[in-house]
């Protein structure tokens, strides 16, 4: 069983830092793509930062210079650096990775539990 544990959310002031962390642990054979994703309350979920494992990146144009999305592929482990926070950046924030749990299966998307994000104004 695959599972994503989240951690580093919390409450923080407006103009300042927080750093997600998210391990992957159980059986995994490969993970392409780790993510992060957020959902406000009354929004859909969307997408914050994703990263392939050759290190590409992509942003949500509301976060880029300010958040920074990085993985340790030793340690099935993908961070999200959030500098400069804004009270719209108010979420629960998802880790999500796409993988394999062994060669001959399909690729399948997994989600953490999500972690709260709180900035105050």
């Known amino acids: 069983q695959v599972q994503l544990v989240e951690s580093g959310g919390g409450l923080v002031q407006a103009g300042g830092s927080l750093r997600l962390s998210c391990a992957v642990s159980g059986t995994i054979f490969s993970i392409n793509t780790m993510g992060w994703h957020r959902q406000a309350p009354g929004n859909q979920r969307e997408l914050v930062a994703s990263i392939t494992r050759a290190g590409n990146t992509n942003y949500a144009d509301s976060v880029k210079g300010r958040f920074t999305i990085s993985r340790d592929n030793a340690k099935n482990t993908v961070y999200l650096q959030m500098n400069n926070l804004k009270p719209e950046d108010t979420a629960v924030y998802y880790c999500?990775?796409?993988?394999?749990?062994?060669?001959?299966?399909?690729?399948?998307?997994?989600w953490g539990q999500g972690t709260q994000v709180t900035v105050s104004s």
């Open positions: 999500n990775i796409d993988g394999r749990r062994t060669l001959y299966q399909a690729r399948t998307s997994y």
